[in-house]
């Protein structure tokens, strides 16, 4: 099994290295965000079966990182951090990290933890990883395709001028089309904030987002919950 670690203590990871490959893993080692999202990008090699992601890197915040892997792809992601604050715990599970463990660790719970997710992640099967994460091509019925490598996004050939926040919002989204996504999860992964006052900024944010698309109809508003992504409806 190919993991990935990202550990900028070169110490920590170390030891760390030395008790996984005891175990029968095949590990990479990488010290920054940037080197991790690098390492991810699909090769002839096997994929990397779970990622283990400190969040005190020296070039991005481990949050921003999760946030970044799990728009691109549907490697569990195992938080291991000395942040042991729950808030912490909630933003991270939010940004879609499948566990989260706060050092020090236990190194057998640290590797029942490992098998744990990879094997929730080998029970998906191609079709539904490739529906969930790995379409370009999103809603047809919108004719909507996100480039996440430019940052672009184009309706029905037409370029759409999106701010970074914008893009972050509509990309989130278009993850699970048709599927509601909480105000709350929302401002925690695109925001990386929990105060309430955010919500009117992305009130803001929806109503230039069905502007710029030209279809106000494609982001609906769930009352009381938060909003989802929609096709346009077809003529009879």
């Not at 089309?177 to 401002?187: A, L």
């Not at 929806?206 to 909003?227: C, D, F, M, N, Q």
Request: proline share 5%; glycine share 8%.
């Amino acid at each position: 099994m190919r993991l990935l670690l990202v550990e900028d203590d070169d110490h920590v990871a170390a030891a760390l290295q030395t008790v996984l490959t005891k175990h029968g893993f095949e590990v990479r080692h990488v010290r920054s965000g940037n080197e991790a999202l690098d390492a991810l990008v699909p090769d002839s090699r096997p994929p990397y079966r779970v990622v283990l992601l400190d969040l005190g890197l020296p070039d991005r915040d481990g949050f921003e990182v999760c946030g970044q892997i799990r728009r691109r792809s549907t490697t569990p992601v195992i938080m291991v951090t000395a942040r042991s604050d729950i808030r912490s715990r909630i933003h991270g599970l939010n940004l879609g990290a499948d566990d989260y463990v706060v050092k020090p660790y236990d190194m057998g719970e640290l590797l029942a933890r490992i098998h744990a997710v990879s094997r929730r992640d080998a029970g998906l099967d191609t079709r539904e990883k490739v529906e969930a994460f790995g379409r370009k091509e999103l809603l047809r019925g919108l004719g909507l395709v996100l480039d996440p490598d430019a940052r672009r996004a184009t309706v029905d050939g037409r370029e759409v001028p999106l701010t970074r926040k914008e893009y972050d919002l509509l990309a989130l989204l278009a993850q699970s089309p048709g599927v509601v996504y909480r105000r709350e999860q929302i401002i925690s992964e695109v925001w990386r904030s929990s105060w309430e006052g955010t919500a009117r900024t992305l009130e803001v944010h929806i109503a230039s987002l069905r502007h710029k698309l030209g279809v106000p109809a494609a982001i609906e508003t769930v009352r009381g919950i938060g909003y989802r992504l929609v096709p346009r409806p077809t003529a009879d």
